[in-house]
């Protein structure tokens, strides 16, 4: 009986399915397999016609796993958000003042990513009114004008002199819980003289009595008047007040509880042109550094 041989296959041929492989093709394919699950999540690659080469990426990754790239679009996503975090907390922290200039060159180096990702970012701050995206001069920290300022807040008393009296037709036990709570998470920013923090959790406050209320039309557009709101009120303070100890939120919570309307909303249009009567509009701008409102952010 003649001594059967077997021919090599092509590079990349595949085989039929249900063909049966040669003994020394499955060693091969088995050999490949375990060398494959060796390798980081993330380094793998399908097979291609050049029988499965590798980059010089790929090997590196393989030698070392740190090096191993992260899932496609992953770290792009973490660095928009971050920078998007970075921006808001200095901007309401003081150390971005209106009307400075962020360069996207100088993301790209602090952060070691593309200008793609750093504009994504961009385009996010641009829609939440932290920045302007100006023609032949780029994104600069917002700077609203004397009168944008005081034209926001008088919308901004208008509405939530309708949505008050919802919140009051409205209460339930379970929402008086809810206001508690908010309360709460204002005041421990406040204690812990976290500027940024107390600024965002009076905001939400208000976004809260607007859900409340149960009109989602009052609901959307407190929300972009909160949002520009909390930039000026950011902006306009002067840097290093103190952080206001007033308690008329909690004045608020136990108009809504008796059931006050009409003195409740009395006083959240005080509140409102008292938070705009401690703002130091149009003044001068500051130049900074990028790199030093960053740090640590």
Not at 159 to 182: G, H, M
Not at 240 to 266: F, K, N, T, W
Request: hydrophobic residues 40%; aromatic residues 2%; glycine residues 6%.
């Amino acid at each position: 009986m003649s001594k059967h041989t077997t021919a090599p296959s092509p590079r990349g041929l595949r085989k039929p399915a249900g063909a049966t492989a040669p003994a020394g093709a499955r060693a091969t394919t088995t050999t490949r397999t375990r060398k494959d699950t060796n390798a980081p999540a993330g380094a793998q690659t399908s097979t291609s016609a050049n029988n499965g080469a590798q980059t010089e990426a790929q090997v590196q990754a393989n030698a070392d796993p740190a090096l191993a790239p992260a899932p496609a679009g992953a770290r792009g996503a973490a660095v928009d958000l971050r920078i998007h975090r970075a921006v808001v907390n200095a901007v309401m922290s003081h150390r971005l003042p209106p009307g400075t200039r962020l360069a996207e060159a100088d993301f790209c180096e602090l952060y070691q990513v593309s200008r793609t990702t750093v504009r994504k970012a961009l385009q996010r701050l641009a829609h939440d009114h932290i920045i302007e995206l100006r023609p032949n001069r780029g994104a600069v920290v917002a700077s609203p004008t004397p009168k944008e300022a005081r034209d926001i807040f008088a919308a901004r008393r208008a509405l939530e002199r309708e949505i008050v009296p919802l919140v009051v037709r409205n209460a339930t036990p379970a929402s008086l819980r809810a206001i508690r709570a908010a309360l709460d998470a204002e005041e421990a920013a406040r204690r812990a003289g976290d500027r940024a923090a107390w600024i965002r959790r009076g905001g939400e406050f208000h976004l809260l009595l607007a859900e409340l209320a149960g009109n989602a039309v009052l609901q959307r557009f407190l929300g972009e008047l909160v949002s520009r709101c909390s930039l000026i009120i950011a902006l306009y303070e002067k840097p290093g007040a103190p952080m206001c100890g007033s308690d008329h939120h909690g004045d608020l919570l136990a108009l809504i509880e008796r059931g006050e309307a009409d003195r409740a909303v009395h006083l959240i249009e005080h509140h409102l042109l008292e938070i705009e009567a401690r703002l130091h509009l149009g003044e001068p701008e500051r130049k900074v550094r990028l790199a030093d409102a960053l740090a640590g952010c």
